[in-house]
């Protein structure tokens, strides 16, 4: 079973920011949050991960909660195209439990 | 384009013939995965491959049988299939490292993956 929680949908206006939340108060100490995002009827295409720091590269910023049970996936300037299903994603870095589960992910429509 | 290409694109099959589906990727991974996407359903594990050894079986029908003849290649064989298995089948990629403190942190590449119907 996925270990996140997101909302089912979410939209947002075209050049505006889209904040996209997710819970996993579950998470362990080895555990890494992962957004990966899907346009429709192709390949999930990674975004960003992090541990317990904020990070940032050329798609996304992701903000990580100080206790670690949240986190929020930030598009800067939301295009058209961005229009897609977010999913966050838990995964360990233990090898014998390692595997990257999706959940539902959040459907996120970009408007003009 | 990712890295990451699975042939065909498209496919329809009949119950009773048997088809492969074909996922080769050019990054040097050492780990490759099959996932099944039915319609408005999450993404599901299906088989997982390190260092060319099925390490992961969740729980799949015995009439989806992978291969992985090497690091670069994943197969995935299909006999006497079902409607209910019509999907996106969808391989992926990964550098997985056996042992050291950053064992997850390598991010998985897929593919545009095969859309499967079964008639």
């Known amino acids: 079973d996925a270990k996140t929680t997101q909302p089912p949908s979410m939209d947002c206006a075209e050049g505006r920011a889209a904040n996209l939340p997710c819970n996993h108060s579950?998470?362990?100490?080895?555990?890494?949050v992962y957004w990966y995002r899907q346009i429709h009827s192709q390949g999930p295409q990674y975004i960003i991960h992090?541990?317990?720091n904020n990070e940032t590269n050329e798609m996304a910023s992701l903000i990580i909660t100080e206790d670690r049970k949240s986190s929020t996936l930030i598009l800067p300037h939301a295009t058209l195209r961005d229009t897609a299903v977010y999913y966050c994603?838990?995964?360990?870095?233990?090898?014998?439990?390692?595997?990257?589960?999706f959940g539902t992910g959040t459907r996120l429509q970009v408007f003009p | 384009e990712t890295g990451v290409t699975q042939t065909p694109r498209h496919l329809v099959m009949g119950m009773t013939n048997k088809k492969s589906l074909k996922c080769e990727q050019h990054?040097?991974?050492?780990?490759m995965y099959w996932y099944k996407q039915s319609a408005k359903k999450p993404l599901e594990l299906m088989f997982v491959?390190?260092?060319?050894?099925?390490?992961e079986n969740n729980s799949v029908p015995s009439r989806f049988s992978p291969e992985c003849p090497n690091s670069s290649h994943l197969f995935l064989h299909l006999h006497t299939l079902q409607p209910e298995d019509s999907a996106l089948y969808l391989c992926?990629?990964?550098?997985?490292?056996?042992?050291?403190?950053?064992?997850?942190?390598?991010?998985?590449?897929f593919g545009q993956g095969t859309r499967l119907t079964v008639v």
């Open positions: 994603i838990v995964r360990a870095y233990d090898y014998n439990t390692d595997k990257l589960i």
């Open positions: 992090g541990l317990k």
């Open positions: 579950t998470i362990s100490g080895n555990e890494y």
């Open positions: 992926a990629s990964s550098q997985e490292k056996r042992g050291g403190f950053d064992r997850a942190n390598t991010e998985a590449f």
């Open positions: 491959y390190n260092f060319k050894e099925q390490t």
């Open positions: 990054l040097g991974h050492n780990a």
